[in-house]
């Protein structure tokens, strides 16, 4: 397969673990922020998303948490599966429709 | 959602050369955008397009290099010209989908300068 998130930071966790990626974001004006999961030769894959009205969001066994404070976002994977492994990334934007910049990513790395 | 096919996904192409990124959504989008990833690395953001307008670039990213067309509202070209081997990365194109509230991605192209 493609090789994406060679040089990124990795996170390996056992199966069944949870897992917690955390992301800095850069402009205080973002407003909202998805994350991403992206696998080898594939284009990122929608995982959740939160609003800053919001501080936390959960969606199936993923939960998102958005401390504006600190412009830090995380995510947090329940119970994690040798699927869950993957590249990962979080993107903030200003309204709705707009371009999205990107984080960093982080591999997430599940052993069994 | 909106589901992108994007082609070709992968090419090895010489040096000097250009290729054409084709991005056909099933749905008519109105936002539609074009990314870099370079190995290893994140997304970066070349250029916002908008049918009827031009496209909007970003820092560091010039039309004579990397001209799109966005002819209506299904569809999108990137045109990577004149290339050289730092060319060499993925590129991806994505869409803001009014139906779902959300944006989509193709799977990207491949691209290899030798």
């Keep these: 397969g493609e090789s994406v998130g060679l040089h990124l930071p990795t996170l390996s966790v056992q199966e069944g673990d949870n897992s917690i ?3 800095a974001y850069s402009n205080s004006a973002s407003d909202y922020f998805i994350w991403y999961k992206q696998e080898s030769g594939k284009g990122p894959q929608f995982i959740i998303d939160i609003r800053s009205n919001m501080d936390k969001r959960q ?3 993923v939960t998102v948490l958005l401390n504006k404070t600190v412009k830090h976002l995380s995510l947090q994977i329940a ?3 040798p699927g869950d492994s993957a590249v990962y990334f979080c993107a903030e934007g200003i309204g709705t429709a707009s371009k999205l910049t990107f984080g960093t990513g982080t591999r997430l790395q599940v052993t069994l | 959602s909106a589901v992108i096919s994007q082609k070709p996904s992968r090419d090895i192409c010489q040096r000097g050369t250009s ?4 991005c056909q959504v099933d749905s008519q989008v109105t936002m539609m ?3 870099r990833q370079q190995p290893g690395q994140s997304l970066t953001l070349i250029a916002t397009a908008n049918q ?3 496209a909007t670039y970003e820092s560091g ?3 004579d290099k990397f001209p799109i067309s966005r002819p209506n509202l299904t569809f999108s070209t990137l045109t990577v010209s004149n290339m050289s081997p730092e060319d060499s990365s993925i590129y991806l194109c994505s869409a803001w989908d009014r139906a779902s509230y959300g944006y989509t991605f193709g799977s990207g192209t491949r691209l290899t300068v030798v």
């Design chain 1, 59 to 61: 969606g199936q066994r």
């Design chain 1, 21 to 23: 990626i955390n992301c």
């Design chain 2, 52 to 54: 009827g307008s031009e």
């Design chain 2, 19 to 22: 290729l054409t990124i084709q």
């Design chain 1, 79 to 81: 119970a994690t599966q």
């Design chain 2, 33 to 35: 955008f074009w990314y």
């Design chain 2, 61 to 63: 990213f010039v039309i």
